[in-house]
């Protein structure tokens, strides 16, 4: 049975960075997306960013581009997302996810659904 585990959160103030990373751990039977949603309470999970490894392809959400970057050991069981120029709104609890499905399934805007595989979750706070 594969497993995630998301790691990396904490606590800056605005403009500050942080890097999460997802080890993934067992055989995810040949994922070739690999994702990091977000959640508030009290609100639906939202996807930060795609990457599908099939191709090296990367989707960001557009509220992260540009401060965002996603990236890939070369043995593809660990990835690590670099937040830079946190924001308040960035606060939240950060999964990482997996799932095996074809490229147009590998999107910020894909249902949480096709994700079959989900870390625990790390929390991001950003203070102003």
């Known amino acids: 049975q594969a497993q995630l585990v998301d790691s990396g959160g904490g606590s800056v103030q605005a403009g500050g960075s942080l890097r999460l990373s997802c080890a993934v751990y067992?055989?995810?039977?040949?994922?070739?997306?690999m994702g990091w949603f977000r959640q508030v309470p009290g609100k639906e999970r939202e996807g930060v960013v795609a990457?599908?490894?099939?191709?090296?392809?990367?989707e960001y959400a557009d509220s992260v581009k540009g401060r965002f970057t996603i990236s890939q050991d070369n043995s593809k069981t660990t990835y690590s997302l670099q937040m830079n120029n946190l924001k308040p709104e960035d606060t939240a609890l950060y999964y990482c996810?997996?799932?095996?499905?074809?490229?147009?399934?590998?999107?910020?805007?894909?249902?949480?659904?096709?994700?079959?595989?989900w870390g625990r979750g790390t929390q991001v706070t950003v203070s102003s």
């Open positions: 996810a997996a799932h095996q499905r074809t490229r147009p399934y590998c999107s910020t805007i894909a249902p949480v659904g096709v994700f079959r595989y």
């Open positions: 067992g055989n995810t039977h040949g994922a070739h997306c």
């Open positions: 990457l599908y490894t099939g191709g090296g392809t990367t």
